[in-house]
């Protein structure tokens, strides 16, 4: 059964606390929280998701496990966009993103128990 691991639960959210107070001071410094409602985070978010999947899509599948590194630094900047706007959603709910996804894993590993046979 999955467990979460404490120690880097631990430092991961702290990461996250970090994440999210920075976020919060820079939008703040814009003006910008007039614009971030949830709907329009999501909103961002599923944008900044599709430039994710744009990178990938016409690339066969080994293509994909091996890009150059201009191709790599497009796909951090997009994985960076994603988790500031999942980060920024996050926190209008007062959720962590990391915690979450230990609870999540929890419930599949529930759901999806492993196969015997592999």
Known sequence: MYQNPPTKTTRKTDTMKKLQTKLTK??????????????????????????????????????????????????????GDVMIYLTMLAGKFDIDPIEAAHKKMALNAEKYPPNPAD
């Open 26 to 79: 820079f939008v703040k410094e814009r003006n910008w929280e007039q614009f971030h409602s949830p709907k329009n985070l999501v909103m961002a978010l599923s944008v900044e998701a599709a430039e994710l999947v744009e990178i990938f899509q016409w690339l066969e599948g080994e293509q994909s496990r091996s890009v150059n590194m201009a191709t790599r630094k497009h796909i951090e900047e997009e994985i």
